[in-house]
Structure formats: structure tokens, C-alpha cells
């Protein structure tokens, strides 16, 4: 099993700053992708992103593509979500999910982070 706790999130101006852990622990995958997601109040949830094992590759939603950076510190089992720019249409639940591959189904979740974009 595996546990992933968010950290990070609150309010935020928008076009300040805001970064977003991930903490993994228990068994894991052996060489896991992980994503980030995001749900706002009366919308489906949606992928912001996905980073592969190492870190060598990541994906974006055009939505946050050029803003919202992720990257990931194997040592730490920590995966981070770095918004810049962030704009009131970025308010949301954040989660992050844990799948054995980059396209591969999402199997853990974590409880996600309410982060807050203020005009």
C-alpha cells in the first residue's frame, strides 16, 4: 500500500507563488509516475500534470503549461507542484496520485490540499 499526504496548500494573490508537496511512504511502485490533479466546486476533476520515475519527463494541462512546474526528489519520496502565476480559475482541490507508469492507471491518492487563488 501506499500513502500520499498533500502539504502546501492555502490562499494565494493571484500571480504570486505557491508550492505543493507530495509525501509518499509504504510500498510503492517499483518505478512510479506520479500526477497532479485538481478539482474545483461543481467541475470533474482534472489532470494538471504527470512526471515520469526519474523526473526526466513531465506533461502538462495547456491550462497550466508555463506556469505550474513538477518535479520530484526520489531521496525524500516527495513529489512538488511549484504554481507561479497562479490565477483565480486555479482555485481548487489539489491531489496527487501514484501509477505504476507515465499513462498507466492511478492507483493511490492522496486526501489533496485546498489551495486558494484570490483576484
Known amino acids: 500500500q501506499v500513502q500520499l499526504v498533500e502539504s502546501g496548500g492555502g490562499l494565494v494573490q493571484a500571480g504570486g507563488s505557491l508550492r505543493l508537496s507530495c509525501a509518499a511512504s509504504g510500498r510503492t511502485f517499483s518505478r512510479p509516475a506520479m500526477g497532479w490533479f485538481r478539482q474545483a466546486p461543481g467541475k470533474e476533476r482534472e489532470s494538471v500534470g504527470t512526471i515520469n520515475w526519474n523526473g526526466g519527463n513531465t506533461y502538462y494541462a495547456d491550462s497550466v503549461k508555463g506556469r505550474f512546474t513538477i518535479s520530484r526528489d526520489n531521496a525524500k519520496n516527495t513529489v512538488y507542484l511549484q504554481m507561479n502565476s497562479p490565477k483565480p480559475e486555479d482555485t481548487a482541490v489539489y491531489y496527487c496520485?501514484?501509477?505504476?507508469?507515465?499513462?498507466?492507471?492511478?492507483?493511490?491518492w492522496g486526501q489533496g490540499t485546498q489551495v486558494t487563488v484570490s483576484s
Open positions: 496520485a501514484c501509477a505504476a507508469r507515465v499513462g498507466g492507471t492511478y492507483d493511490y
